[in-house]
């Protein structure tokens, strides 16, 4: 895995994890980074605010449709539903994601356990 071949990640990830082609929700959807509230998760949905906006799956999941404003309900039902349809292992695809776009630079070691995690097979 050393140097990383990013399009060649891009592809591996997106053939077993179709769910990142979503443009609103997951990996793509947010900016790269860890949620907002707990700082030890991926960011995966991006909610209304006020307080912490960019969140991961679990803090999304303790604050509910609370996280979105009144007008958004259709979206924080829809991004809700989508997190809970994700893998355990959805948090090492996202940050694998981003260092296979680039938007993230980490340790080789750390994204060879990240990736081995990730992709298993490959
Ligand atoms: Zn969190
Ligand atoms: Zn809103």
Do not use: K, Q
């Not at 860890?34 to 906006?53: H, I, K, S, Y």
């Not at 991004?79 to 355990?88: H, I, M, S």
């Amino acid at each position: 895995m050393l140097p990383v071949d990013r399009p060649a990640l891009r592809a591996a990830l997106r053939a077993r994890y179709p769910w990142l082609d979503e443009p609103d929700v997951g990996p793509r959807g947010v900016e790269a980074g860890e949620c907002d509230a707990c700082g030890a998760e991926a960011r995966l949905v991006t909610t209304c605010g006020p307080g912490p906006v960019a969140l991961g799956r679990r803090c999304a999941g303790d604050a509910g449709a609370g996280a979105w404003c009144d007008g958004h309900a259709e979206e924080a039902a829809a991004a809700l539903a989508w997190l809970e349809r994700l893998p355990p292992e959805a948090d090492d695809v996202a940050r694998l994601w981003w260092v296979a776009t680039g938007e993230v630079r980490l340790d080789p070691a750390l994204t060879a356990a990240i990736a081995s995690r990730a992709l298993p097979d490959r």
